[in-house]
DNA sequence: TTTTGATTCCATCAATTGATTGAATGGCTA
DNA sequence: TAGCCATTCAATCAATTGATGGAATCAAAA
């Protein structure tokens, strides 16, 4: 027997998946106290007994939503994964930086969630979050950075979560930085790109660079491309 | 005549002030919608009539307390700014990131209702944002990013909210992250200083490094002081 | 003391919200 | 056709929520 939520996406035309769809939306801009399931029947056009009968209730629904929007974004670090092998660190982190924040602003609903799900409390006390596996360890493994001994887990893992909220916070925050800057959304994106690898790359580039002369063991091309910014080590 | 809002800020014991620092708290928890009037009123130990009596309907007490917290945390800004005048842009960066985050660590409602502000939307269109000042302008003049012409002012605002929502998600996100990590919370804030620091300030003294090299013109109290930071130059 | 004004709470409302019931609807099979 | 089952919706509930009116309280002024 299979779950609602794989029911649901198996067939993205039935009534399940439609209203999971809309949940996704709503849900991600107003959050769940901010969103009523009035507000999801209407956006779908149904009546809300009909979203009750599929879905259950308000809280099923939401954490139905959290389930679907942590798969897809699990999905997106595995394609993220395949892609990103080749060439220096540098050029992996460009590649990655571009391809996740096109993906996000594909589906800002995904940020929108996922930055709810770490801010702010709900009144009642849904647990959902134990099913809901984080990525942050296996990212931060894929990236190598729990490689050396000097950077223990957690601190790799916050470096994970650093870029991704980085990420995520402009995302999320599309509309209010957006009519602050007064910039188009082609323009927003550009300029978010532009600001995400130029604060978040050269950090772990230096890194790597030190390790490698600590080593004393130049062997990549990596350390030759980047002989021209180094930090010395003090 | 005084606003309500200073009114309250004059004295803190007064039932007006009460109830306004507990819906920084309690909003800051759980949002707009997620608070009830009642749960205000309860945490203060009054009815919700006194409430409305002091600040009106749910939405002027919402925005006083933006108001409130965006003010103090203009204060803390202009605070920080007379600290952080001397030494290597890097020292000044160390210093600003350690005020900063110490200070929203202190008042984690500041950093939570900033958020919420930047990311969530409210179903009824209370427009407050026109009323709020946007510091971010005024911090990257401050930290002196909007000086050379390849740096647009939406170029430095975009880096300085990237820097201000680092700290911010790391303080909003203390539960979930500490649970995530399993530490206390020295170790916990300990380790948001660090990673903000290794993520945060080589971007900015790499560039800062490059600048200085392309003109080969000290000019700048600025660019005599970097003479003996860490960064060498190649 | 009486009066005045500010403050607080009790009782209550109307609207909203999450949720259910039971009656239709329509497709499928025996 | 009749029976069965899944789906949908109108009607309705009970609880919650934002908000108010009016009585009670209290301190300072007259």
Chains 1, 2 share one sequence.
Do not use: C
């Not at 969103?35 to 009750?52: F, N």
């Not at 729990?146 to 223990?152: I, L, Q, S």
């Not at 930085?177 to 130029?198: A, C, G, Q, W």
């Amino acid at each position: 027997m299979k779950s609602p939520l794989e029911k649901a996406r198996k067939n993205p035309e039935s009534m399940k998946a439609r209203i999971l769809a809309a949940a996704r939306r709503i849900f991600g801009e107003y959050g769940f106290h901010g969103t009523t399931t009035r507000m999801i029947a209407k956006e779908v056009g149904i009546d809300i007994s009909t979203l009750h009968y599929h879905w259950g209730d308000k809280n099923d629904l939401y954490e139905a939503v959290v389930m679907d929007v942590n798969n897809d974004l699990g999905k997106e670090f595995l394609n993220l994964e395949k892609i990103v092998h080749t060439s220096t660190l540098e050029e992996r982190m460009n590649i990655a930086l571009d391809r996740m924040t096109d993906y996000l602003f594909d589906h800002p609903e995904v940020s929108n969630l996922v930055l709810f799900r770490y801010f702010s409390k709900t009144r009642n006390e849904v647990d959902i979050d134990f099913k809901v596996p984080e990525f942050s360890g296996n990212i931060a493994h894929a990236m190598g950075l729990t490689k050396d001994a000097k950077n223990p887990l957690s601190r790799a893992m916050m470096e994970v979560m650093i870029i991704m909220n980085g990420m995520h916070s402009f995302v999320s925050g599309e509309n209010y930085f957006r009519s602050m800057l007064k910039l188009d959304r082609k323009n927003y994106i550009d300029l978010v790109k532009e600001t995400l690898k130029f604060i978040l790359i050269p950090a772990f580039v230096l890194r790597e660079e030190k390790m490698k002369k600590g080593r004393s063991r130049p062997s990549s091309k990596m350390t030759q491309e980047k002989k021209k910014s180094k930090v010395k080590p003090s």
